[in-house]
């Protein structure tokens, strides 16, 4: 599969990138609200970053007590059911009496049903498509990801500044009913893609089996720190430029758009296994200049230019599948997206911790050169399994 055109062919793929395109716009507006709503109240860049990557904390979290329920799970009645429970949770977000305890409450609350949520849908997408469709159709809703949070962002400023947070929360519930519809309606329903109920001891031996390759465990480090390292970059728009956060928001989805476009549809495959450390390398190298306190134009060129590494991410991606067995395939996509999500969560939430201490412009390039050591470190025990792996070949050593 090589087209566009025959991936929105595909029966059930275009009912799934429209409900995952108004998730993702839902998303991208409600946290931006939310984190401008708490900085409002708080002046605090830590409780900001966290407000509006706080679900992505519980990602772990989830993923070792419910992601057995990735492919044990109808997907339909699964996917339709998380949407409605990210609507109901944002109305909640919307109420002007609300404390902020409770408010990082429904956040932790959020982030354990997204941990499922993730291995259901890209499961999903895997089962769908044929093997040599899957790149192809990550990528579009990767691309799908920028497009919406472009739009997100540039939106959720406008409704914030013309209105205010809390509508832009009650729009964001009504885009997640909205989903929910779309998915109840346009998806037939398909049996578990795996046997036996959902439960913890399933989800223990699933992690497990899928920890024990060391090619693997590479792989999903590789997706899940320095890409979540440079989130924390992001999670500083707000602070960093408070009048300007929607248009670095816009600009970072943008780039990672073209990422998307540029690795999944015109790099040719042989050529993409080797792309997947120079885009991470790409993905922090502009941050490091947010040392000198760039003003918003320059900012956001440079936010821009950073994103494009993200599509590195799709290289991983295709790694692993190529290491999981097919029967485990929702499962591990559902570990990569809750391992990156809960990675995201924490660096937005040490980021927040440097920039209260110092600025959030130090606090940008602190994260950009941890995250340049780490895929330098990942590089360099990758390339030491390759080599053991060919002694081991050739009966040396």
Known sequence: MRSYRQLFRTPEFTPLFLASSANVLAQTISGLALGTLVFRATESPLLSAVSMFGPSLAQMLGATFLLSGADRLPPRSALTGISLVFAAATAVLALPALP????????????????????VRWGLVNEILSKDGFMLGRSVFNMMAGIAQIVGYATGGLLVAV???????????????????????GLTPRPPR????????????????????????????????PNGLVVGCESLYVSYAPDAAGTLFA?????????DVTVGRLVPPRLRPRLGIPLLALLAVPYV?????PGVP??????????????????????????TPDELSGHALGLHGAGMLTMQ?????????????????????????????????????????????????????
Do not use: D, K
């Open 251 to 259: 600009c970072a989805a943008l780039g990672m758009f073209v990422g």
């Open 163 to 185: 209105l205010s947070p809390r509508l832009s929360l009650l729009l964001s519930a009504a885009l997640y009913v909205a989903a929910a519809a779309v998915l109840r309606l």
């Open 345 to 397: 969560g924490v660096s937005a939430a040490l980021a927040g911790s440097v920039a209260q201490l110092t600025s959030p412009a130090t606090a940008m390039t602190v994260m950009a050169v941890a995250s340049l050591a780490v895929t330098l470190s990942l590089t360099v025990a990758s390339l030491r399994h390759a080599e053991e792996g060919g002694l081991v070949a050739t009966g040396r050593g």
């Open 289 to 293: 200049f947010f040392a000198l306190r």
């Open 298 to 323: 320059v900012a956001a060129v440079a936010v821009a230019v950073a994103s494009v590494g993200f599509g590195a991410s799709l290289v991983q991606q295709e790694r692993l599948m190529a290491l």
């Open 100 to 119: 902020l305890w409770a408010v990082f409450a429904v956040i932790l609350g959020q982030g354990l049903v997204a941990s499922l949520g993730g291995g």
């Open 194 to 225: 795996a046997q036996g109920r959902p439960s913890v001891a399933a989800t223990w031996r699933s992690n497990a089996l899928l920890w024990s390759s060391r090619p693997r465990r590479l792989v999903f480090l590789a997706l899940w720190i």
